[in-house]
């Protein structure tokens, strides 16, 4: 089993993955370039590095920043990513606010921020995952209709089958939306999961696949 996980980010999801993983038994470093943000997560137990030195540490690399800041951070973590489990939680939402609740995004319909990231690391196996559900619910989500459905997507069979398991151990069924491309579909659910939230403040939801057989 995969020991080592180093998550790059300092903001909400960035700590809740890593106090997650802490909480099952991983071995867990947190990259910032301002350890002053995760000072709180330092006191628990988790030690802090620069992207860098966390991607190296990493066995599983979580990139957990600002969609618009991606591209820069996993530059910042260069060859640390070579080889790793990238699994990436970012989303490519635009500067500009809302339009009716629908968060702009800086990407296209043919494009998206994981294939834009896996074309500039291509030795790196990235694999989409927790983009489209608040943070509140990415450890053990307790829905009244059972585990949820994480959607994920990726090149690399064998890093999708680890994260897979890992989703599996934080409460989470899976669904394969095939390679890379899949994140075409797959950001553009965070839309959809944000939009009721921006709309009437209903952010407690997750998704399920109903299907025959
Ligand atoms: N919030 C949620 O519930 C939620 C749910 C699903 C997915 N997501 C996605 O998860 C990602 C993280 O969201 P978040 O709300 O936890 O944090 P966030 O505020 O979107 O991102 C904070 C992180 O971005 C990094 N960053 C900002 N500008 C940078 C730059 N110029 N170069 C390098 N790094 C930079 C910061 O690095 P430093 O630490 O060095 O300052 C910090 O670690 C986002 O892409 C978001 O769309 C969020």
Known sequence: ???????LGSGTVAKVLARGFAAKGYEVRIGTRDASKV?????EGIAAGSFAEVAAFGEVVVLAVKGTAAMDAAALAGAGLDGKIVIDTTNPIADEPPDDGILRYFTG??????????????????????NSVGSGFMVDPQFPGGPPAMFICGNDAD?????VAILTQF??????????????????LCQLWCAPGFQRNDWAHAYKVLRFG
Do not use: C, Y
């Open 1 to 7: 089993m995969t020991k080592r996980v180093g998550v």
């Open 39 to 43: 000072a709180d997560v330092v006191a």
């Open 109 to 130: 319909p043919n494009d998206s921020l994981m294939e834009r990231l896996q074309a500039a690391h291509p030795a790196a196996r990235f694999i989409k995952a927790w």
């Open 159 to 163: 890093a999708k089958a680890a994260v």
């Open 171 to 188: 409460g989470w069924s899976s669904e394969d939306l095939g390679k890379a491309a899949g994140a075409r579909a797959l950001e553009p």
